[in-house]
Nanobody
Framework: QVHVQESGGGSVQAGGSLRLSCVAS????????MGWFRQAPGKEREGVGI???????NYADSVKGRFTISRDNAKNTLYLQMDSLKPEDTAMYYC????????????????????WGQGTQVTVSS
């Protein structure tokens, strides 16, 4: 059974940093792709960034240059390093995994992911 679990959220002042972790289990790592998503109160969930099985990353424009996705295959763990945080980064952050290979575009849409964590809250104060 596939299990995805995020951790590392918390409260930080604007300009600060946080690192989120996502441990995935129940399948052979790495997956076809993994993604970070976030949902702010009253808003729809949006993509933050993805990493594919080759290690290629891609980011939303709103976080490009501030957030970095990396992974440790030995630990089956995905990371989201968030620097220069802004109040508008406040949201519940979710990790998602797609195990089965497919067309690359599926990694960029919510519907392409079958396995989701429960989320970890990030709050950035001004």
């Amino acid at each position: 059974q596939v299990h995805v679990q995020e951790s590392g959220g918390g409260s930080v002042q604007a300009g600060g940093s946080l690192r989120l972790s996502c441990v995935a289990s129940g399948y052979t790592y790495p997956s076809y792709c993994m993604g970070w998503f976030r949902q702010a109160p009253g808003k729809e969930r949006e993509g933050v960034g993805i990493i594919d099985d080759a290690g290629k990353t891609n980011y939303a424009d709103s976080v490009k240059g501030r957030f970095t996705i990396s992974r440790d295959n030995a630990k089956n763990t995905l990371y989201l390093q968030m620097d220069s945080l802004k109040p508008e980064d406040t949201a519940m952050y979710y990790c998602a995994a797609r195990i089965d290979p497919s067309f690359a575009y599926v990694c960029y849409v919510e519907g392409g992911y079958k396995h989701w964590g429960q989320g970890t809250q990030v709050t950035v104060s001004s």
